[in-house]
């Protein structure tokens, strides 16, 4: 989809994007916020600006105590060369032992990274003077400065763990400190704007190459933070501050692989280079002109297992109840206004069974109370004429894959003329006329994506490894991250798993989960009930931030993967066969990976909640955010400015997370009957249902093709009474031909075969990874020497003592061995 970075910076600084995608429903709750798809990879909203991030509401005061002067003077009132002199006193004055000076200077340094707030009057001041500061900061080698303590901290840290019961954020001042100038820098150096000078658009290509390559024979930076992330997972480092260590790891990801729009413009672009024909639509624009649908009516949708009503009384009701089946319809075709009905009380779907949760991640997938359904929105004058549009057909232009071609021939010729012809799909002899048509019509839709050419490449490097010559690995930032993760890369996914799991909302306090707050309780606990609050918001506003920050990893991390293959036939020698290497290997090596680690039963554990009541969540202090702190004394703190929070009626950090799940969840299971039947296992379908409530296009989207994946696997009577989510699956949801996703009858739907699947997939990656990167010197492709003489005349090293073991070794090896002459002449 479009860009999903971060968020929103006031109109005067960060210039809007063009590409918005305005709530389309009818509920009040969506109307009146400026919901938009950034350019730069996320989505755009007020309140929202990433650099508020990385600071908690404790640390707020602390701002008011950093405030300085330079020589005597105010920054601002200097040259440019005497800031970059004061600059290179600073970094000279890092380099000593004491590491009270070290923080005090690091402290200074972090001062202006956040713009100097204290000679500023505004907020709009104050980040553009944290721009400029650390473009500044960069030019004077600051980054290099902070990365050499950064791994000092860090090799301390591990060499003498704490073992306090208690951990703290006065644990991690140091480190804290570090990481926010190093997020800082990255954040605003990677935003690009038009107004940019040459020098800062060469600053910005030199810093994404300093942070994607191994500068002076150390591992890319991104990989130094993964390795953060497990230390603190295994306990070895449990103070370290992991929601900045998160967040400093996305936008370094972000920064050097590309944001989401940056891979839609590069599909677009190799899919013209291999000669294959151009997309269909454009996703960015179908689901900006997207309408959420209404949610599915409880009182119609009677969920999993409801009880129907006594045969009297379904006989009485039979025609209103059809007549308003027809109305709710058309109003959902048109979707002209909310269909929460109060005609008839709301019937709450049936509870399942508890013992279902014994198959989920640590038993707690049972499902919650039904959810109180919105308020109804007060009545609406009546619609004009100019409002009502009429819906041209479906958003999504459908496609039909190779297989599903030779699928549908190999069954018309066994039925017309009882043999097939394998994967030939131009021969129609002795095939009716309607089948002619039926394949006409197939190939006119027929979608070749780049996967099916890499893995066609695949084949053919298989069966000609010799002629098609040795494998060109370019060396891009995608390909360098994959190399450096590529052994530890299961225990990179884990860590982040289990940190998702302890932020997760439904997650239960437990005695051996790790402790992600270490960087937001504060050295003594409140005392009273206002400071209990504020810390409460604090908590909660940390954990939101974490799930953001994995979610928009793990998903970037995967789509990157997924197209790092493209590559291959870009780079691959003039002189031999164009090929690419079947890279999607990568995508299905940390998929596989996340499944293994029970990523989807989290997922779905993350939305075994009242999902509505999480994205309107108020866990924010506009008055504590920075920068609005810096600028202004700090007010007295009332209980009703904090129970109030801001003036969003919508928490945008969470929606996006939610959305990012959903698309990570999809991702997994697309063309996976296994990964789709742990849906079907884990009870997903409710779960996912009541998610439909929140009335927002992009969520809904992801959902209902959550649901569309499994709906041939829950069974008829599930399909008859959730028609109104059938048909808006049918509505929203790409259309594949011949797929009968409506119906119960996949031949693939067999459990034996689910195993068989993952093993082979499984072999599939081990023999890709072992070709690509385990290839060892004397390969079964490399020269052999046949002449007797020179192999017998060739020199051989041996241990100093084995003259002393000679006899020893020729008893044991040699004459001890039976040999069968007559089957050694026979074999050669």
Same mark, same amino acid.
């Given at each position: ?7 929103? *910076? ?19 709750? !969506? &109307? ?9 990879? &996320? !989505?755009?909203?007020? $309140? ?14 602390? !701002?008011?105590?950093?405030?300085? $002067? ?49 000679? *500023? ?12 500061? *650390? ?64 020098? =800062? ?234 089948? $002619? ?143 690419? !290497? ?46 609005? *702190? ?21 928490? =945008? ?176």
């Amino acid at each position: 989809m479009g860009g999903w970075g971060l968020d929103w *910076c006031p109109a005067a600084y960060h210039p809007v994007p063009s590409l918005v995608l305005e709530p389309q429903c009818s509920t009040p709750l !969506f &109307n009146s916020a400026p919901f938009q798809i950034a350019s730069s990879n &996320n !989505f755009i909203c007020p $309140h929202c600006d990433p650099l508020r991030l990385p600071f908690p509401y404790s640390a707020a005061i602390q !701002f008011s105590t950093q405030k300085m $002067h330079v020589q005597g003077k105010e920054w601002l009132e200097l040259e440019e060369d005497a800031q970059k002199a004061y600059v290179m006193g600073l970094l000279d004055r890092l380099e000593v032992v004491s590491r009270e000076r070290r923080l005090k200077v690091a402290r200074a340094v972090l001062y202006l990274a956040q713009g100097t707030f204290g000679e *500023c009057d505004s907020e709009v001041d104050v980040l553009h003077w944290s721009r400029y500061n *650390c473009f500044l900061l960069y030019q004077m080698g600051t980054f290099s400065t902070f990365l050499e303590l950064l791994h000092m901290e860090i090799d301390q840290a591990c060499s003498s763990a704490l073992r306090k019961p208690a951990i703290s954020i006065a644990d991690s001042t140091e480190l804290r400190v570090l990481l926010s100038v190093m997020y800082l820098m990255v954040e605003n150096i990677r935003l690009e704007r038009e107004t940019d000078s040459c020098g =800062w658009r060469t600053a910005r290509e030199t810093f994404r190459t300093e942070l994607s390559f191994s500068m002076h024979n150390e591992e890319p930076f991104a990989l130094l933070l993964f390795s953060m992330v497990t230390k603190f997972c295994s306990g070895l480092a449990p103070h370290f501050p992991i929601k900045k260590v998160l967040l400093l790891l996305w936008k370094v990801v972000m920064f050097t692989l590309g944001g989401f729009e940056h891979l839609q413009a590069l599909k677009v672009q190799k899919r013209a280079e291999l000669g294959l024909p151009p997309l269909a639509e454009d996703s960015i624009q179908v689901v900006k002109s997207m309408r959420a649908a209404s949610p599915p009516s409880y009182t119609l949708d009677l969920g999993e297992s409801q009880l129907a009503p006594p045969p009297s009384k379904l006989r009485g009701r039979r025609g209103s109840r059809r007549q308003l089946l027809t109305k709710q319809d058309s109003l959902d075709i048109y979707n002209e206004r909310d269909l929460f009905k109060t005609e008839e009380p709301a019937a709450e779907e049936e509870e399942e069974s508890a013992g279902d949760g014994e198959r989920t991640l640590d038993g707690e997938l049972d499902l919650l109370e039904q959810d109180p359904l919105v308020p109804p929105p007060p009545s609406q004058a009546p619609l004009s004429a100019e409002r009502v549009t009429f819906p041209k057909g479906l958003p999504w232009a459908p496609k039909v894959r190779q297989k599903d071609i030779e699928h549908f021939l190999e069954m018309s010729r066994n039925k017309f003329i009882g043999f097939t012809l394998g994967q030939d799909t131009d021969t129609l002899v002795g095939l009716p006329r309607p089948i $002619h048509e039926s394949v006409k019509t197939l190939k006119q839709h027929k979608y070749i994506s780049i996967a099916d050419v890499q893995i066609k490449n695949e084949e053919e490097l298989e069966k000609c490894p010799m002629s098609l010559g040795e494998e060109v690995v370019p060396e891009t930032p995608c390909e360098i991250l994959y190399q450096g993760m590529l052994y530890s890369l299961p225990q990179y996914m884990i860590a982040l798993l289990k940190i998702l799991l302890a932020a997760a909302p439904t997650s239960k306090a437990k005695t051996d989960s790790i402790n992600i707050l270490a960087d937001v309780l504060p050295e003594e606990m409140p005392i009273t009930v206002l400071q209990s609050m504020k810390l409460g918001i604090d908590v909660n506003r940390h954990k939101e931030i974490i799930v953001k920050s994995i979610s928009a990893l793990l998903l970037l991390l995967l789509k990157h993967f997924k197209l790092n293959h493209i590559y291959q036939t870009l780079y691959s020698p003039p002189n031999k066969h164009p090929f690419c !290497f079947d890279l999607l290997i990568q995508f299905e090596y940390v998929s596989q990976h996340l499944v293994f680690a029970n990523c989807i039963p989290l997922i779905l554990k993350f939305f075994n909640q009242n999902i509505l009541s999480y994205i309107t969540a108020k866990n924010s202090i506009s008055v504590l955010d920075y920068p609005c *702190c810096t600028i202004q004394d700090l007010p007295e703190l009332t209980t009703e400015s904090l129970e109030a929070g801001d003036n969003n009626q919508f928490c =945008w950090r969470n929606l996006f997370s939610c959305i990012n799940l959903l698309r990570l969840l999809n991702k997994l299971t697309k063309w996976k009957h296994s990964r789709t039947m742990m849906l079907v296992v884990f009870k997903s379908a409710p779960i996912l249902k009541r998610a439909l409530k929140v009335k927002q296009a992009m969520l809904q989207l992801y959902v209902l093709k959550l649901l569309k994946i499994q709906t041939k696997y829950l069974g008829r009577q599930w399909r008859k009474s959730n028609m109104k989510t059938m048909s808006a699956i049918y509505q929203k949801v790409r259309h594949r031909m011949n797929d009968d996703w409506a119906y119960g009858n996949d031949i693939d739907a067999r459990p034996w075969d689910f195993q068989a699947e993952e093993c082979t997939l499984r072999a599939n990656i081990e023999a890709f990874n072992s070709r690509r990167y385990d290839r060892p010197q004397d390969s079964e492709f490399s020269p052999v020497d046949n002449c007797l003489q020179s192999v017998l005349g060739q020199r051989l090293d041996l241990p100093e003592d084995f003259h002393y073991s000679y006899e020893l070794w020729l008893e044991r090896e040699v004459f001890s061995q039976p040999i069968c002459w007559e089957e050694l002449l026979q074999n050669h």
